[in-house]
């Protein structure tokens, strides 16, 4: 069994035992929760802390035990830390409405005194780049937490990072905040200011070999193969969304008024982008060579980075049920999820699946739209019109579909037989657009259902949206009426129809 097989780890000779939990803190946070899924993939036995443990029941695996506590209320960390060979330290205060320095000197203490009364072996720490006099109040609470888990006696691994790259990084939600929706970006001094940013998934596989290492404490800098300014990555980032920005410096610091700004565009990370403003103005780069010589990891540069982290939030909403996610009645304007504003409408069909989805899978060309065909057209012209493809390029197959395949212009980014359907828009647009069909099965009847998913680019994107909204609404529920009829008249009553079948039946009710 796996449960039983040691983990025999690089040198110096270093064994975890599979049936040793490895604890991790910071489990709801946005490192700690990506951790947590890489070591359940590498089959180890996680133990998860948390305040509110209900917030980790359906993120973590079965096999991933979840132990209430609270790092502030020392009798609670006991049953956390009993057994414990590696405990990983992924938590910070900086979101705390009190003094997040206190918060974090307290709670970093009851955590180093809980380690070494329980016997715990190795401690991985995450903190910040940054050296020198003057530091923020931010950076010089990550290196006061570090000295205090590394005086408790316990071996610790202290890795230094700069910005993380990644959906749902603080750091990088609120580059894209400012580039999203700022088209001429105002610029303290402090956005020229060296850092070496870090993809998330880079950062994962360091603290997981950090937890491989040696048997004596060791501060490692750890960063990406680019050094760059902040200004350069909020450049690069503009670039791989072709939104056209301009950054314009600002007379003097000026950050007092960027501190207030991020904190009005970022309102879900608004203390942590405002702790992290004063940081702007401390180099966050890498000084030595240990952590190139300790591991042998080779980090991406700034664009795949960020180029890993659009394509990974793209591959997470494709994965996505809409029916979950969304709530049971559509707003209006769309559901506000991450950056994209999302828009759903749901019909019950008479019928197997198979015979729901072939109509779908028919869509455009020749077949048309099954709805408001005028308008399709109108909106292939106005394609043309902007130097587009409009719907010239129409289907390779009438009937068959495969990722790749252009339908007018949709690009099939996605389809399971009998199940799914995700397309993305090619036409000139402010922003990109999506349209998910999905079917599922019930006891008598299948659900259709017809998402539009879109990612504005800056206000005009968003003006784009909300006034085509109405427009957009009736067209997607009078096509999801017309997949219904078409779908239902020859739906089986036990078995579903060849495929052939369906094929030419659509056709028939088409033409």
């Known amino acids: 069994m796996a449960g039983l097989i040691a983990y025999v780890l690089r040198a110096p000779a270093v064994r975890i035992v599979a049936t040793e939990p490895i604890l991790v803190t910071g489990a709801t946070g946005y490192v700690g929760a990506r951790l947590v899924s890489r070591l359940e993939r590498d089959g180890r036995q996680v133990r998860c802390l948390a305040r509110r443990p209900d917030r980790l029941l359906g993120r973590v695996a079965p096999t991933t035990e979840i132990v209430s506590g609270d790092l502030l209320a020392p009798e609670s960390l006991d049953r956390a830390m009993r057994g414990v060979r590696v405990a990983y330290y992924l938590v910070h205060s900086m979101d705390s409405a009190a003094n997040f320095a206190d918060v974090d000197r307290q709670a970093a203490s009851n955590f180093a005194t809980a380690a070494r009364s329980a016997g715990v072996g190795h401690i991985v720490y995450l903190g910040g780049l940054g050296s020198g006099r003057g530091l923020s109040a931010h950076l010089a609470s990550r290196h006061e937490v570090g000295s205090i888990l590394r005086s408790s006696g316990v071996v610790t691994t202290e890795l230094r990072a700069s910005i993380v790259i990644g959906a749902g990084s603080a750091s990088f939600e609120t580059v894209r905040a400012v580039v999203d929706r700022l088209p001429v970006i105002p610029a303290p001094r402090a956005l020229e200011t060296a850092a070496q940013p870090i993809g998330i998934e880079d950062l994962v596989e360091y603290l997981v070999a950090a937890a491989n290492r040696s048997q004596r404490s060791a501060i490692f800098e750890i960063g990406g193969a ?41 309102p ?8 992290m403003a004063e940081s702007l103005r401390h180099a966050t780069v890498v000084s030595d060579s240990g952590a190139r010589d300790a591991f042998p990891i080779q980090p991406r540069g700034l664009a795949a980075a960020i180029e890993r982290a659009l394509t990974a939030e793209d591959h997470e909403f494709a994965e996505m049920s809409w029916s979950d996610a969304l709530p049971p009645t559509s707003r209006w304007g769309g559901t506000p999820v991450n950056r994209r504003l999302v828009s759903s409408d749901l019909e019950h069909v008479q019928g197997h699946p198979h015979e729901v989805f072939a109509p779908i899978q028919s869509i ?33 197959d009438p009937h068959e579909l495969c990722v790749g395949d252009t339908i007018d212009f949709w690009r099939v980014e996605r389809v399971e037989s009998g199940r799914r359907l995700l397309l993305a828009a090619e036409m000139k647009l402010p922003g990109r657009l999506w349209l998910q069909f999905d079917v599922d099965a019930g006891a008598h009847r299948a659900s259709l259902r017809l998402t539009t998913m879109f990612e504005p680019a800056g206000y005009v994107g968003l003006a784009y949206w909300y006034l085509l909204y109405p427009v957009h609404r009736a067209i997607f529920a009078a096509m999801l009426r017309g997949l219904r009829r078409v779908a239902e008249p020859a739906a089986p009553a036990a078995a579903p129809a060849a495929p052939g079948a369906s094929a030419a039946r659509i056709s028939r009710q088409l033409h």
């Open 226 to 266: 680019d050094q760059v300014t902040y200004a350069d990555v909020m450049r690069e980032y503009a670039r791989q969304r072709k939104l056209r920005r301009r950054v314009v410096p600002l007379p003097g610091q000026a950050m007092r008024a960027a501190r207030v700004m991020l904190q009005a565009l970022t």
């Open 364 to 396: 455009g060309g020749n077949n048309g739209w099954y709805a408001a065909n005028w308008f399709w057209r109108l909106r292939g012209s106005l394609d043309r019109l902007r130097g587009g493809d409009g719907m010239r390029q129409g289907r390779r």
């Open 268 to 275: 879900l990370h608004g203390r942590v982008a405002g702790a």
